[in-house]
């Protein structure tokens, strides 16, 4: 029976080293971090992120505030308030709430907010130099599965690793930190159109799934012994709760917990990780020193 690896407990862990680091800044006359947040719309699931983000923010004493704005806002308007807040001196960290309403270039908003204050890491420049080695902040949610191997003492060097989904948000940057001097894993990027996709995932020591399909990864799929990090957060229909659904992660959990080694549970594995990452990051924008 796999170990589990505790997100939520780790993310309380690196939330109260963070609060000690706020408190002791504000004891020595620096006002506190600050983070800005942009939400255009009213996507329920985007509003729920938001408010968990705002609300941790501000338990270790960042001050955070959500700027909300109608789904029918402009394009310019919108790049106007992140150049605002780009020149705004008072502003550490600035982070718009993905996806945006269709008519505005994601891309085009990303590219305009600063890299010094782009908590988020998401900028290209700040992309760039997660790719040579050289990073200023580290993508939220592939820098907590990192700190949560860290912090359970697993070893990447010299392991497989398999990452079954290759978007910018997670699979990509993830493989990045990956092969990383001192992580020392090689990897494997895998994705919905990845021939043989199960033989490939039997060879990892390290399994990362973050492909968005509820249960995709099987227990066949998985090698005995391997650490399997569940990054999915799926919606499944379940007359049974209150609210009529539940959340699974991409990988089987039942089923694989009886193969793996180590595994993260969903929820409370790597999302609260994602937004414990955030408030690091928003710490180090603040002082980078």
């Given amino acids: 029976m796999a170990k589990l690896i505790d997100g939520k407990t780790v993310a309380t862990l690196v939330r109260t080293e963070i609060k000690e680091q706020v408190a ?52 310019l308007a919108l790049l106007n308030l992140v150049n605002d807040l780009n020149e705004d001196t008072t502003v550490d960290g600035i982070l718009v709430q993905l996806p945006l309403p269709s008519h505005i270039d994601e891309s085009k908003i990303i590219d305009t907010i600063s890299p010094l204050k782009d908590v988020d890491c998401f900028h290209p420049a700040n992309v760039g ?20 191997l860290r912090r359970y003492e697993i070893d990447t060097r010299g392991m497989h690793a398999v990452v079954v989904g ?65 990054v999915g957060i799926n919606r499944v229909d379940d007359a049974s709760r209150t609210r009529g659904y539940r959340l699974v992660g991409d990988v089987d959990f039942d089923a694989v917990s009886e193969i793996a080694g180590w595994i993260t549970p969903v929820p409370g594995g790597v999302g609260p990780m994602t937004i414990a990452m955030l408030l690091k990051n928003t710490l180090t924008a603040a002082h980078p020193g």
């Fill in 24 to 75: 002791l800044l504000k004891e020595k006359g620096h006002r506190p971090p600050c983070l800005r947040v942009i939400l255009v719309g009213e996507d329920p699931a985007s509003a729920t992120y938001v408010r968990g983000k705002q609300k941790a923010a501000k338990e270790v004493g960042i001050d955070a505030e959500t700027l909300f704005h109608d789904a029918n806002m402009s394009e």
């Fill in 129 to 148: 130099r997660l790719l040579i080695g050289e990073p200023k902040f580290l993508p939220c949610t592939p820098a907590g599965i990192m700190e949560m």
């Fill in 166 to 230: 290759r978007s910018n948000i997670v699979g990509k940057p993830m493989a990045s930190l990956l092969v990383q001097k001192g992580v020392d894993a090689t990897v494997t990027v895998c994705h919905s159109r990845t021939r043989n996709l199960p033989e490939i995932t039997n060879s990892a020591d390290l399994l990362v799934s973050a492909i968005g399909r509820a249960a995709f990864v099987t227990a066949d799929m998985v090698k005995p012994g391997a650490i399997v990090i569940d």
